[in-house]
């Protein structure tokens, strides 16, 4: 399509494009809100429901949820791949900067709102297998014992390092991938994306056993997530992470009642829709 090659042209002086360390403060405003929105929810819904992994949200309630905690979650670590992409773009004499981080910074959301119909669909299918099967709450605490041992197995993968080497190296990233144009923007940001989901994947669904609206948990998967993407020890934190997760999942295979949700996802409440109000 002839809109996907035009270039975004600049008619601003370079002395008034955005300072980078802006770019990076309005991420974390925005990652900011999110956390307060997410707070301010768990006092409504307080994790899952009963058996009802989806929360008693519809498909379009939980994609804003999910679309909200990937911004609380994600958009600090992304930061540094922003503002570099943001500091690249100036450079080029035929880029508006602001509009083409813009356009970067939405594929890069879009891909994270994909994976969120996905992680809909696992809630659904996990929600009916629940209430079908009534599986007692040491049998819960023991699947989510063996989720949170894979989350760890998966941080000691290959697979893991090659995504987190690709994504925590914003230069490198950009400059061999470096795409032209509005559709060139949003491209590479899908393409960040991509390796962030392909980082960070397990590590969300490791929130399922414990509760999408478990707090703690988010904010302890945040850290983790930032570390891993802006610390130079990477590599170590992320082998220890996952040693220390495959200890707890072990554990809870155990010990099933170490797992509080477990007991929580047995008691037939009804739930309530969680009002989605921005």
């Known amino acids: 399509m002839a809109w996907a090659r035009l270039p975004i042209r600049s008619r601003w002086p370079e002395r008034q494009a955005i ?23 768990n006092h409504v819904m307080p994790g899952a429901p009963g058996a009802d992994v989806t929360m008693g949200l519809s498909c379009a309630g939980f994609l804003g949820f999910w679309t909200v905690m990937m911004v609380a979650m994600m958009f600090p670590a992304a930061a540094p791949m922003v503002r570099t992409y943001y500091a690249i773009s100036r450079r080029r004499a035929t880029a508006v900067p ?14 994270w709102i994909l994976t969120g119909l996905a992680a809909y669909g696992v809630a659904v299918v996990c929600t009916t297998a629940l209430t079908h099967y009534n599986l007692t709450s040491s049998a819960i605490g023991r699947l989510g014992g063996i989720i949170i041992a894979a989350a760890g197995l998966y941080q000691l993968t290959s697979i893991k390092r090659f995504c ?14 470096w795409r032209a144009g509005t559709a060139g923007a949003l491209i ?18 490791f929130l399922f056993p414990l509760g999408m609206m478990n707090i703690a948990s988010m904010a302890a998967v945040t850290v983790l997530i930032f570390a891993e993407k802006v610390f130079s020890f990477r590599h170590e934190f992320s082998r220890v992470a996952g040693v220390m997760l495959v200890a707890f999942g072990v554990t809870v295979i155990v010990q099933p009642t170490l797992l509080p949700v477990a007991g929580q996802m047995t008691k037939p409440m009804k739930a309530q829709p969680m009002k989605m109000s921005m």
């Open 19 to 41: 300072p980078g360390h802006l770019i990076v403060l309005i991420l974390w405003i925005a990652a900011g809100a999110s956390w307060l929105w997410l707070i301010a929810a």
């Open 164 to 177: 987190l080497s690709k994504c925590a190296s914003p230069i490198s990233f950009i400059m061999t991938s």
């Open 188 to 205: 590479m940001g899908w393409g960040h994306g991509l390796y962030c989901l392909g980082c960070c994947w397990m590590l969300f669904v």
């Open 98 to 111: 602001g509009m083409a981080t813009a356009l970067f910074l939405l594929g890069y959301l879009m891909l």
